[in-house]
């Protein structure tokens, strides 16, 4: 099945099975952001092997999170799971005292109907510490979306938006419509005067601290992050606030902010790559009257700053199997590079939270004069691999399940959920992208070189070694 947008972009739909991480995976970076809570995952023992294989954190370390393992008694039923959980929340709360805590329900959670959402608010009010369930289980399309579901309950906990008494529900429609124009006196002022901007995807602080940064170039201050650092600090959500997110995967907490929090969402490219990041500012500017300010001339600096790596991938070709929903943007951003992208796997597709995204790709590619690569949503890896045979690209990025497989193959490959975990947000991190990418790449040609050096050495030592 395959469908068309405006005759450039090809969808297609295949039916293949999804091989991607488990969404519990998001504890491992979520309970990082969010210092003062904490984790508890309901789950089985193969819950528990995976994330201590997956997070790697020793037991003196003492992390915040933890396993509420079930057994054969919770599963048939004889156990009673309230009694359970009780004690295990009484215990955390004694000592580690999180301001939050969140319950990671997992697929047997699903199987068995454990009512997690019946079960939380009672326990709340009598333990005192907030209690959210989130449903990140191996039902998802990708591991990635187990954050998305994260922040999609925890909107639900945001503080209502107050605006200052007097102002009235036509003043904010006003607002809307009106934006505030950029003010002249810049000098004397550190912020344009608008209506409230909260971002939403986890990042780590120093990616936190380089967007706000270039918004406050842009005289835009942002009101708050979703999530924060502390859940005391949630943001305020409502009416007459802009949301913006900055990974491809938030997808559902998107849908939260607009049809639950009646807020405002500003579509947009992710801040990925500096054609991205700028892309991304430039779209949140003009929401709030304000015009965009020296972008262009910080892009080109930044990809000048590439050019060593640039010279590494210009005309190297990349395949993307699918697996943690950033494929779209990372292909915009290799193909701005000046690599060919023979195809774009990924596991799930938002076409509307990832319109301007899909149409900043479209721009990149006409630009770069080179055909509009085939997207395709739940790929076969059957049908994806006798493509690879065909087309033979120089890397392939794809799951850890078949990085060894296609290396033994000749292909170049990069496991994908190493970009989830690195920084790639921001003007400052396209070089870490692009050390990602040519890592493998780099490796093969040395190898080459090294195999024409021992063929070379052999060869001589032959001809030297031959009586005559």
């Given amino acids: 099945m395959s469908t068309k947008i405006d005759e450039t972009i090809t969808f297609e739909c295949e039916t293949g099975n999804y091989h991607t991480f488990c969404p519990i995976s998001c504890v491992s970076?979520?309970?990082?952001?969010?210092?003062?809570?904490?984790?508890?995952?309901?789950?089985?023992?193969?819950?528990?092997?995976?994330?201590?294989?997956?997070?790697?954190?020793?037991?003196?370390?003492?992390?915040?999170?933890a396993?509420?393992?079930?057994?054969?008694?919770?599963?048939?039923?004889?156990?009673?799971?309230?009694?359970?959980?009780?004690?295990?929340?009484?215990?955390?709360?004694?000592?580690?005292?999180p301001s939050v805590i969140i319950w990671i329900?997992?697929?047997?959670?699903?199987?068995?109907?454990?009512?997690?959402?019946?079960?939380?608010?009672?326990?709340?009010?009598?333990?005192?510490?907030?209690?959210?369930?989130?449903?990140?289980?191996?039902?998802?399309?990708?591991?990635?979306?187990?954050?998305?579901?994260?922040?999609?309950?925890?909107?639900?906990?945001?503080?209502?938006?107050?605006?200052?008494?007097?102002?009235s529900k036509e003043t904010?429609?006003?607002?809307?419509?009106?934006?505030?124009?950029?003010?002249?006196?810049?000098?004397?002022?550190?912020?344009?005067?608008?209506?409230?901007?909260?971002?939403?995807?986890?990042?780590?602080?120093?990616?936190?601290?380089?967007?706000?940064?270039e918004?406050?170039?842009?005289?835009?201050?942002?009101?708050?992050?979703?999530?924060?650092?502390r859940y005391a600090d949630l943001p305020s959500l409502g009416d007459g606030v802009y949301v913006c997110g900055v990974n491809p995967f938030l997808s559902r907490t998107a849908t939260t902010l607009i049809r639950r929090k009646?807020?405002?969402?500003?579509?947009?490219?992710?801040?990925i790559g500096p054609d991205g990041t700028r892309a991304w500012i430039e779209r949140i500017c003009p929401v709030f009257g304000i015009e965009a300010q020296s972008l262009e001339e910080r892009e080109e600096r930044i990809w000048e700053s590439l050019k060593d790596y640039l010279d590494l991938v210009r005309g190297k070709s990349v395949f993307f199997m699918g697996d943690n929903l950033l494929e779209i943007s990372l292909a915009r951003f290799l193909i701005r590079c000046g690599m060919i992208v023979y195809e774009i796997g990924i596991p799930y597709m938002d076409k509307r939270y990832q319109a301007a995204e899909l149409a900043l790709l479209k721009d990149t590619c006409i630009r770069m004069c080179i055909p509009i690569p085939r997207i395709v949503?739940?790929?076969?890896?059957?049908?994806?691999?006798?493509?690879?045979?065909?087309?033979?690209?120089?890397?392939?990025?794809?799951?850890?399940?078949?990085?060894?497989?296609?290396?033994?193959?000749g292909i170049g490959t990069k496991w994908s959920v190493e970009f989830t975990f690195a920084q790639i947000h921001g003007f400052a991190n396209a070089r870490d992208v692009l050390e990602l990418v040519t890592r493998p790449l780099r490796?093969?040609?040395?190898?080459?070189?090294?195999?024409r050096t021992t063929l070379v050495r052999n060869n001589n030592e032959f001809y030297t070694s031959t009586p005559r």
């Avoid at 003062?36 to 201590?52: A, E, H, I, P, W």
């Avoid at 918004?215 to 924060?228: C, D, E, M, N, T």
């Avoid at 739940?378 to 296609?406: C, F, V, W, Y």
């Avoid at 490796?443 to 090294?450: M, V, Y």
């Fill in 377 to 409: 949503e739940k790929p076969d890896n059957s049908n994806q691999i006798r493509r690879m045979r065909e087309l033979q690209p120089d890397l392939a990025i794809t799951g850890m399940a078949h990085a060894n497989p296609l290396g033994a193959r």
């Fill in 105 to 167: 329900g997992t697929c047997t959670t699903e199987i068995i109907k454990m009512d997690l959402e019946g079960m939380a608010p009672k326990l709340e009010y009598e333990i005192g510490v907030p209690i959210l369930v989130a449903r990140a289980n191996g039902l998802d399309y990708a591991f990635t979306q187990g954050e998305d579901t994260v922040l999609a309950v925890m909107a639900h906990r945001c503080p209502e938006q107050e605006f200052p008494i007097g102002e």
């Fill in 29 to 65: 970076w979520l309970y990082q952001k969010i210092e003062d809570s904490f984790f508890l995952v309901v789950g089985t023992k193969t819950c528990g092997y995976f994330l201590q294989n997956a997070l790697g954190v020793m037991i003196f370390a003492e992390p915040r999170y």
């Fill in 262 to 271: 009646k807020c405002e969402l500003i579509v947009a490219p992710f801040p």
């Fill in 172 to 213: 904010k429609t006003k607002t809307k419509l009106f934006p505030f124009p950029l003010l002249k006196e810049k000098k004397l002022v550190e912020y344009a005067n608008h209506p409230p901007l909260v971002i939403f995807g986890s990042l780590p602080s120093n990616l936190v601290s380089q967007l706000d940064t």
């Fill in 215 to 229: 918004l406050r170039r842009q005289f835009i201050k942002v009101s708050g992050w979703l999530p924060a650092q």
């Fill in 443 to 451: 490796r093969n040609e040395n190898l080459d070189n090294l195999d």
């Fill in 67 to 97: 396993m509420a393992e079930l057994e054969e008694g919770d599963i048939s039923a004889h156990l009673n799971d309230y009694e359970e959980l009780k004690t295990l929340c009484i215990r955390i709360r004694k000592d580690r005292d």
